[in-house]
């Protein structure tokens, strides 16, 4: 293996093209520097300069191997700021997951603004459901990630910061009788035919969806499951049911789709960005960066 200290006497001898000359650059004296660059033209099996008793020149070897014994010289030195900089969460990767829901809000503006702030932070993002989240946790394929949930309900085992508390709202088919009005009475709503995700990809938002229905003695009518949010609202413009939507997604225009609020209370939905407890400095870093603009 060849040592950093040899590369630095070889590059010395390489631009002075004089041993005496590199020897006094390197602070050593000569016999120690000849001997060094034999025994590194021994290990290589080839000599990397051609010598007479008037000059030293690089040899074709030689010439080969300059810009790489730089190259390395030039890393080997950048690493103490390297790895100042990942300590620092400034420098490393970050795997990010997310829900498309979270797309409607200011995730765009933020990924943007992280990019420009940390260049030096590989980001990667997923879009994934809490289930496939949480898996992905657990097999270590994923640093951070936001998700929906009902009020309070995160994850345990998680550090977490909330990014919104929202109501939702009634996506429904601009040809149903209810699109006329403004807001829509409860009882109006909890007996019709309802399009809804799938309990795994949210359970405790749909627990609290079905306890709200079940809070005023009805069970939904459940007629279809669909995992993306534009699905579901897509689902709704084909006339199969109404569905319930955080109030962020009234940003998704579709045609043959409106929004509407319901008469008081309706359920609540929170988005969370969450992270493990012995996270990295990268992830940290990302999270500092989502408080600060959350406060601008």
């Known amino acids: 293996m060849i040592e950093l200290r040899t590369l630095r006497q070889f590059v010395a001898v390489a631009e002075e093209l004089h041993f005496g000359r590199a ?125 929906i949930h009902a009020p309070g309900a995160q994850p345990p085992g998680f550090e977490s910061l909330r990014i919104s508390s929202e109501a939702m709202v009634l996506a429904l088919s601009s040809e149903e009788s209810l699109a006329v009005s403004a807001s829509l009475d409860v009882q109006a709503v909890l007996r019709r035919p309802l399009v809804i995700f799938p309990r795994e990809i949210a359970p405790s938002l749909f627990d609290a969806l079905l306890a709200f229905y079940r809070q005023h003695g009805l069970e939904p009518q459940v007629v279809q499951e669909a995992i993306q949010m534009q699905t579901i609202v897509n689902l709704v413009s084909a006339g199969i049911g109404l569905a319930w939507v955080p109030a962020s997604v009234m940003a998704f225009q579709r045609a043959g789709v409106v929004y509407r609020p319901l008469i008081g209370a309706a359920p609540v939905c929170e988005t969370s960005l969450i992270w493990r407890r012995d996270a990295a400095p990268t992830v940290l870093r990302f999270v500092e960066h989502i408080q600060r603009l959350m406060l601008s």
């Open 23 to 147: 020897a006094e650059r390197l602070h050593m004296t000569q016999p120690p520097l000849t001997q060094a660059i034999q025994k590194l033209e021994g290990s290589l099996g080839t000599p990397l300069f051609e010598r007479s008793s008037r000059s030293v020149a690089l040899s074709a070897a030689g010439l080969g191997l300059l810009p790489q014994a730089r190259a390395i010289l030039a890393q080997a030195e950048a690493l103490p700021a390297f790895a100042q900089a990942a300590a620092r969460g400034s420098r490393g990767r970050l795997r990010l997951g997310f829900i498309s829901t979270v797309g409607f809000g200011d995730l765009p503006r933020w990924l943007r603004l992280f990019r420009e702030d940390f260049a030096d932070i590989e980001l990667t993002l997923r879009e994934a459901t809490l289930d496939v989240q949480m898996r992905e946790f657990a097999q270590n394929d994923l640093d951070a990630g936001f998700i």
